[in-house]
C-alpha cells in the first residue's frame, strides 16, 4: 500500500513528502554527474580520494565518489590501493581491485600470519584481484587452515566468491560472473531486446498473484551472445512470494517458454502486490543499453538493472548450487525492485547454470 503524499518531484512529477526532488531522481542526477566528467576530473577525484582515503570508511563523499568512478569510469584503482594499504585500511574490498604486485605480496605476508588479526578483511581484498598467485595462496589456506580460520564463519573458498571465482579441493577455479555487462534505463521501448515486468497469464500456485516474466532477453540478440540462449530467456516469478522465499528455481527453454520448479511453501502466503503494483511494474519503457557498461556498474550509487557483470550485493556474496549439477551457479542479473515499482525496497539476483538450463532467483534487502 502506498501512502498519499502531498509534495511532487520537481524533476519527474511523483508525489513524494516533502518539497525538491525525489531519491529516484537524486542517485540519476548523481550517476549522470559521474558520467561526464571527463579524464581530467576523474584525475583530480582519484587524487582527492587519494588524500582523504582514511574518510573512505565514513560512508560519506570518498565512498561515493569512489564507488561511481569505479562504476562510471571503471578506474585502476592500484595507486588508492597503495594510499589505503599504507594506511592501513581493508574497507571496502573493492578499492585493491587492481593493486600492485607488491601490495597483494604485503597483503598475503600479513594473511600468513598465524596471529593475524584482519584475516576476513584480507581475505576480501585479495579475493577481488584476479590472479594465479593468490589463486594459490586460497587454497593453500583452505587444506591448511590457520588459527585466524577460527574466528571466521566461513573457508576462504566462500570469500573467494566475494571476488567472482569459485575453487574446489582439486584447486579447479572457475568464474562465477560474465565480463560484459549491460544495464537498462528508461528509453523510447523501441529496442526490444531485454524486457523487464512483463505480466503473464498465469497465477502463483502459493498466493494467487499474477505472475510476471521479470526479464525477458533475446538470446539471438549480440549482446546476448554470452548467454548462449538461441531465443528467448524468459525469467517468470511471482512478485509477491519472492519477497519470502529463500530462493526459486527456474528451468528455462530456448522459445521464452520457462517453467517455476515447484516447491513447498512452509508458510501460508497472503498475496500484497495489487493490481496497481502490478500494473506499474508491467509500464516501464526500460531499454537495454547500446553499448555494455563497466563491470562494477551496479556499485556506482544509481539503483539500476545490471545484466552480467558484477552485482552490488545488499548483504553478503550468495551463489546458489545447481539443482541438477551440484555445480556453484554463475551471477546473472540484479534488480533493484524500486526500478519497477516506486517506494519498493530491496534487489532480486538471478543466477544461472547454463549447462543445465536452470535459474536461480532470490532476495536481499537490508
Ligand atoms: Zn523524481
Ligand atoms: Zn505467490
Ligand atoms: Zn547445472
Given amino acids: 500500500?502506498?501512502?498519499?503524499?502531498?509534495?511532487?518531484?520537481?524533476?519527474?512529477?511523483?508525489?513524494?513528502?516533502?518539497?525538491?526532488?525525489?531519491?529516484?531522481?537524486?542517485?540519476?542526477?548523481?550517476?549522470?554527474?559521474?558520467?561526464?566528467m571527463n579524464s581530467e576530473e576523474v584525475e583530480k577525484m582519484i587524487e582527492s580520494i587519494i588524500s582523504n582515503i582514511e574518510t573512505i570508511g565514513e560512508w560519506d563523499q570518498v565512498y561515493q565518489d569512489f564507488n561511481g568512478l569505479l562504476g562510471y569510469h571503471d578506474i585502476n584503482t592500484a595507486r588508492i590501493a597503495q594510499a589505503a594499504f599504507d594506511k592501513g585500511i581493508f574497507f571496502p574490498a573493492k578499492l585493491y581491485r587492481d593493486a600492485s604486485p607488491e601490495v597483494r605480496d604485503q597483503l598475503l605476508a600479513r594473511l600468513f600470519d598465524p596471529a593475524c588479526?584482519?584475516?576476513?578483511?584480507?581475505?576480501?581484498?585479495?579475493?577481488?584481484?584476479?590472479?594465479?598467485?593468490?589463486?594459490?595462496?586460497?587454497?593453500?589456506?583452505?587444506?591448511?587452515?590457520?588459527?585466524?580460520?577460527?574466528?571466521?564463519?566461513?573457508?576462504?573458498?566462500?570469500?573467494?566468491?566475494?571476488?567472482?571465482?569459485?575453487?574446489?579441493?582439486?584447486?579447479?577455479?572457475?568464474?562465477?560472473?560474465?565480463?560484459?555487462?549491460?544495464?537498462?534505463?528508461?528509453?523510447?521501448?523501441?529496442?526490444?531486446?531485454?524486457?523487464?515486468?512483463?505480466?503473464l497469464e498465469q497465477h502463483c500456485s502459493h498466493c494467487g498473484c499474477q505472475l510476471i516474466d521479470v526479464l525477458r532477453l533475446d538470446g539471438l540478440d549480440e549482446r546476448f551472445s554470452?548467454?548462449?540462449?538461441?531465443?528467448?530467456?524468459?525469467?517468470?516469478?511471482?512478485?509477491?512470494?519472492?519477497?519470502?522465499?529463500?530462493?526459486?528455481?527456474?528451468?528455462?527453454?530456448?522459445?521464452?517458454?520457462?517453467?517455476?520448479?515447484?516447491?513447498?511453501?512452509?508458510?501460508?502466503?497472503?498475496?500484497?502486490?495489487?493490481?496497481?503494483?502490478?500494473?506499474?511494474?508491467?509500464?516501464?519503457?526500460?531499454?537495454?543499453?547500446?553499448?555494455?557498461?563497466?563491470?562494477?556498474?551496479?556499485?556506482?550509487?544509481?539503483?539500476?538493472?545490471t545484466i552480467g557483470g558484477w552485482p552490488d550485493w545488499v548483504q553478503d556474496a550468495q551463489f546458489a548450487t545447481c539443482p541438477d549439477c551440484s555445480q556453484?551457479?554463475?551471477?546473472?542479473?540484479a534488480l533493484p525492485w524500486n526500478v519497477l515499482l516506486d517506494g519498493s525496497e530491496g534487489t532480486l539476483y538471478i543466477e544461472i547454470c547454463t549447462d543445465c538450463r536452470t535459474l536461480c532467483l532470490f532476495h536481499q534487502q537490508t
Fill in 1 to 36: 500500500m502506498k501512502m498519499k503524499m502531498s509534495n511532487q518531484c520537481e524533476k519527474c512529477g511523483e508525489s513524494i513528502g516533502f518539497k525538491g526532488i525525489c531519491y529516484r531522481c537524486r542517485i540519476k542526477n548523481q550517476r549522470e554527474a559521474y558520467q561526464a
Fill in 117 to 199: 588479526e584482519v584475516a576476513g578483511h584480507l581475505l576480501l581484498c585479495l579475493a577481488l584481484q584476479d590472479d594465479e598467485v593468490i589463486k594459490e595462496a586460497f587454497l593453500r589456506l583452505e587444506k591448511n587452515p590457520l588459527p585466524w580460520r577460527n574466528k571466521l564463519y566461513v573457508n576462504p573458498s566462500v570469500y573467494a566468491h566475494h571476488g567472482g571465482w569459485h575453487f574446489d579441493e582439486q584447486g579447479n577455479c572457475n568464474s562465477l560472473y560474465f565480463n560484459r555487462c549491460y544495464t537498462m534505463l528508461p528509453g523510447d521501448g523501441v529496442d526490444q531486446a531485454a524486457k523487464a515486468g512483463q505480466l
Fill in 226 to 305: 554470452f548467454l548462449a540462449v538461441d531465443g528467448v530467456l524468459a525469467i517468470p516469478i511471482c512478485p509477491n512470494c519472492i519477497i519470502y522465499t529463500e530462493e526459486t528455481f527456474v528451468r528455462y527453454g530456448e522459445n521464452g517458454r520457462s517453467v517455476i520448479i515447484p516447491y513447498e511453501s512452509s508458510f501460508e502466503t497472503k498475496n500484497y502486490c495489487s493490481e496497481a503494483d502490478l500494473l506499474e511494474m508491467s509500464r516501464n519503457q526500460l531499454t537495454l543499453s547500446d553499448e555494455p557498461v563497466p563491470k562494477y556498474y551496479a556499485s556506482g550509487g544509481d539503483e539500476v538493472i
Fill in 328 to 333: 556453484t551457479m554463475k551471477f546473472l542479473a
